[in-house]
């Protein structure tokens, strides 16, 4: 558990020195957004908040309470639809989330709503300069969070922030096994390796929010400077839209 | 490579002892899709295809060719939207996917275009029984394919069948490391191991069509039979419907 200006970098490695393990170069440090939101003082009071007029429309619409909407559309750039059985949003980091990605669960306290971390890459970032500082390690680090998609029962995992790696592996214009061009494979490979570390993560009391991948070295080139809007499809670009 | 007919069961035996492992409980292997699709034979010569009236409406509303609209509408349920820019079906499975998950990559001819398994569900649970014979092991098994999804670039792997293990880790009900009641989080660990696997699998020339996975054995309890009907979600029950 960790608190408000923690130095995560420092509690990881430590951990990881205490599992008997050490950060090398290449490695992957896939971290759950609440993790930062917590150490960023992400956190909102319900009690405290004062909705809006427009809050209180959309409490109508939504029938969620009238402070839960206000904290929402204060993460909003773009409300996409609104009603009983759905809030999503554009947020103001340009994630398509339900209710922002704001929830409260394992956040102490009944009345406290967790935010996502301001800046995910940034986040990321820090966390991976920091590691580098303590450990010498050039690494990547990824910050996830739990999306329930379309046409799909459930959740997966997929990234929010990421930095020292590519968010894609790309094939487009590479040959496959019998020598054809590859036209459309652009592997969403953060996304990949975030649902990949859910399976050790878990949601519930497992407490477990950092996995450290090794291996994947050869699949990540980080050749240019990457960041989570190299993920996120506009309306106009997205395949889908029109579509539900 | 392999070829209609093919014992992929013992293909695959073989192939773990001469990496030097071995298959135990509660492993999973995941398979693509298209190792079954090749030794099930559902590989089309697309010159010798028919197309139908309806296959050149769609074409003009595609601007794919007639033949190829023709084997994806063989494969069709229900047309979601037709257009140039996506062909997007609910195939004969229940699956929601482009071009009916038709495509030509890894697949040997110009002409040739490559099937899903007619049973997804059923091919797991063949291999799974295979396995058990030859080698006396209890596994799980996961066919997946790459899919685009909405709101996000790029793709990532998801099951397209399973035998053996449940498709979710369903936390409903539980509580949280703070004791608060999880309502919603219903984790499609299928959908996540097979993300998790095409990091090692790539979509080129890699030649990794199969990954075995150890150690999830704590999140696999089988208590029911599962499919992945259970995972498909109808219009009405998406959440997402109306959306994009």
Not at 27 to 46: G, M, T
Not at 124 to 149: M, P
């Amino acid at each position: 558990l960790v608190n408000p200006g923690d130095n995560i970098a420092k509690i990881i490695v430590d951990v990881v020195l205490k599992n008997g393990l050490e950060i090398k170069d290449g490695d992957i440090l896939v971290v759950a957004h609440k993790i930062f939101s917590k150490i960023e003082n992400r956190i909102v009071k319900i009690e405290n908040v004062q909705p809006s007029e427009r809050a209180k429309i959309f409490s109508k619409k939504t029938g969620k309470s009238p402070k839960f909407v206000e904290i929402i559309l204060r993460e909003t750039k773009r409300i996409i639809k609104a009603n009983k059985e759905i809030f999503l949003v554009e947020d103001n980091r340009g994630l398509i989330c339900i209710n922002a990605g704001i929830d409260k669960s394992n956040i102490e306290g009944v009345n406290n709503y967790i935010l996502l971390p301001e800046n995910p890459d940034k986040s990321a970032e820090k966390l991976r300069f920091q590691i580098k500082e303590i450990t010498g390690r050039t690494i990547g680090v990824i910050i996830c969070d739990t999306y329930s998609r379309p046409f799909r029962r459930g959740q997966v995992n997929f990234a929010i922030g990421f930095s020292g790696l590519n968010a894609f592996r790309d094939y487009r214009g590479k040959k496959d096994l019998f020598e054809h061009t590859l036209r459309v494979k652009n592997v969403a490979i953060i996304d990949e390796i975030s649902a990949a570390s859910e399976l050790l993560m878990g949601q519930g009391k497992e407490g477990t929010p950092v996995v450290l991948l090794r291996g994947l070295k050869q699949i990540l080139e980080n050749t240019k400077k990457a960041n989570i809007s190299d993920i996120l499809i506009s309306g106009k670009e997205d395949l889908f839209r029109n579509i539900l």
